[in-house]
Each structure stands twice: as C-alpha cells, then as structure tokens.
C-alpha cells in the first residue's frame, strides 16, 4: 500500500506484484490493490498569519515586538510589503476587512505622482523652496501622500522632503506638555459636596499613532483627564480626599496612561493641586476641631490640679510634723512678697498668737489631759 497524503488530499496507492518462482510471469494474474479509504476533508477558511514589525526611521514603536495577527476573512489576504510601520499594516487590514480597495493606490495616482516629479525637476532648483521642510530636534512630521500615510513613519528631526503638490504633512511636538484640569464639583461617597482641581503632564510617544488614531489627541487628553478626576474622587470619602492625595494621583495616572495608549499619548505624572470645600462645612470642622481642643485643654487643667492637690496634701502633712517648718514658711513668704511689690506695708504677726484661735489636734488635746 501507497503512501497517503498527509494533508487529506488525493492519494494513489501503487502495488508492485510479483510473480512466485518457479512460474512466468504470463500466467499469473495481478493481484488488484486493496482500496484505500481517504478521510473526507474539512472546508476551513483561509488563515494568513502576518507578522508585522514596525519600522520606523526615527525609532516610535519603541521597541515594540513583532506581532502574530491571523486574519480569517473571505477576501483575499495581502501581505504588507517590507518597510511599512506597524500603524500602516492596522490600517490596511482595517480597509480591508471594511471592504476597501486592498491593492493600493491605483494608476491615476501613479499617473498625478508622476506629473509631480516632473514638476519638480522642470521647475528645479525654485521647486526646493517648495519641498524641503525642517523640524526641530523635539519635533516629528507625519506625511501623507495621497491621502496615505507615507511608510517609513514620522520624520525628522532635520530636513525631509515632500512633493508639494500630492503631499502633506503635519508637525507633532513631542515635548512635555502640562494643563489645567478645570475644578469639577464632585459629590464624594460620604454625601459631601468638593471642588477639586488637578494638573495633568503627558506626552507624545508615537506620533503616526497620534495623527491617524485620534482627531485631537490633545483635547481628547483633556476631557478625559476631567471625566477620570470626577470617576475616581466619587468613589472616595472626604477624609480620604484630603489625607490620600499620593494615592489617588496615582490611580489617575495609570488610568488615564491606559486610556491613552492607543492615541499615542503618554501620562507622566497627575497632581492634586486644590480641594476646595464650602463655607459652611468649613466652618462646622472649625467649630468642631475647637470644641476638640476646649475639651483635650479642660483635661489637661483637671489632671494638673489633681496632681497639685495631693502634692499640697504631703507638703502639709509634712509641716504639720514640725512646727519650725512653718515658721520658716512663713518667713519665706514674707521674703518673697516684700521683694515683688516693695509698695506693700507687712505687719508681721507671731505665729504663736494665732495658735490660740485654732482648734487643738487631737495629740495636743490629748497632752493637755
């Protein structure tokens, strides 16, 4: 038996029989092959499996791996050529599975291209002031041929050239650049109504992306930034609002970095700037952090006098003990109140006289019996 196909195709099978020794080859008559059973095969769609890499001149796929995208569409599946950015490839398979013309600019574009060359070098070197343009160092330039975007991705920095009559092209600054979040009122999950402001770095980090993903990406980034402010801070009490500012910088900063991604825009860094509360609810925590005080400060005064108390109640039981000690004391306080208010008239007074008025201890009424 014949060897079968692998891949479920049409398979022969070629059996070679020879004769027994002894007898010819005539008399003896072939042994028919035995039939061989071919699986039935599966219809299955075409799949294409296109590897694209992102080649750009000036590097803004950074580093982006290749990607595997199988593609099962009824259409024909046509391979990019070499050389194009990976945000071409998206958007001719996008065409493609939108039914749009997959094979590329047609002979009228090739015919208008043509012309323009021509153009150039009829009118060379005044058509140079036309087709060279410069960016700076922190700019890129994205050209559109056509209305396609030109393979090779965003220029630049330095010069480059266009064909002015079938190109244009569009300045993308990839500087930090930081704005404004306007105060949004926001209700928090405990009921109270803040304003809340914030400030918003970001950056361009893939500027093909940028112009062809998004209309605006600046003012996308923008509203954006608002919406997410309002989302995060409503799912915060107050007391969180104003202690985890840090915290919640960072949960604006990832969600919004994320959100951004497919426009090309890179979320550095998020600030709290503001908490605005109203006037009545200032107040009220004012009243409230004073009450807080007034009772810690009546505490305090309370302890203290305690404490004074039972060290005034030794002391006494101290002097009690010896009558000298109490003369000296009361020496001592005349001392001090002739040094601080010299105007004061003293009448010293024996202390022995005013034993009579004073009710006896029990020891010395019981020396007196």
């Known amino acids: 038996m ?18 027994p020794s002894g007898s ?13 059973v071919v699986p039935p095969t599966v219809d299955r769609p075409p799949m294409t499996t296109i590897t694209i890499t992102g080649v750009d001149g000036t590097h803004q796929n950074n580093g982006e791996a290749d990607v595997a995208i199988p593609v099962a569409t009824p259409v024909a599946a046509h391979a990019p050529p070499s050389g194009y950015s990976s945000v071409y490839v998206n958007n001719r398979m996008h065409n493609i599975q939108l039914g749009a013309d997959p094979g590329g600019p047609g002979i009228c574009a090739f015919i208008l291209t043509l012309f323009s060359f021509l153009l150039i070098l009829a009118t060379f070197p005044l058509s140079l002031c036309f087709s060279v343009k410069v960016v700076q160092e922190y700019e890129r330039a994205v050209i559109f041929r056509l209305g396609r975007l030109l393979k090779g991705g965003a220029r630049g920095p330095g010069i480059f050239f266009i064909v002015p009559c079938i190109d244009t092209y569009r300045k993308i600054d990839l500087r930090t650049v930081s704005f404004d979040v306007p105060p949004q009122e926001i209700l928090s999950r405990d009921s109270v109504t803040v304003a809340v402001d914030a400030v918003v770095y970001y950056r361009v980090q893939n500027p093909t992306i940028a112009v062809s ?12 930034a608002a919406t997410t402010l309002r989302n995060v801070l409503g799912t915060k009490n107050l007391a969180e609002i104003l202690s985890e500012r840090e ?8 969600s919004l970095d994320e959100a951004t991604d497919p426009w090309g825009v890179k979320v550095e860094r998020v600030e709290i700037k503001d908490v605005r509360l109203p006037v009545q609810l200032q107040r009220a925590m004012a009243a409230e952090a004073e009450a807080a005080r007034e009772a810690r400060a009546k505490v305090i005064a309370a302890e203290g006098e305690q404490k004074a108390s039972h060290a005034l109640r030794e002391a006494a039981e101290i002097i009690s003990e010896s009558p000298g000690a109490l003369q000296l004391r009361y020496l001592q306080t005349l001392n001090t109140i002739s040094a601080e208010k010299n105007s004061t008239i003293i009448f010293p007074l024996p202390i022995d006289i005013l034993k009579h008025f004073l ?8 020396e007196m019996r």
């Not at 079968?4 to 029989?17: H, N």
């Not at 009710?359 to 019981?366: F, H, L």
Request: charged share 20%.
């Open 24 to 36: 010819s080859s005539l008399n003896v008559a072939p042994v028919p092959p035995p039939p061989v």
């Open 213 to 224: 993903n998004v209309e605006n990406f600046s003012h996308s980034t923008r509203l954006l």
């Open 359 to 366: 009710k006896p201890d029990k020891k010395e009424k019981k």
């Open 2 to 19: 014949g060897p079968v196909d692998p891949e479920g195709g049409d398979t022969k099978a070629i059996v070679a029989a020879s004769p």
């Open 247 to 254: 915290t919640i910088s960072h949960t604006m900063q990832s």
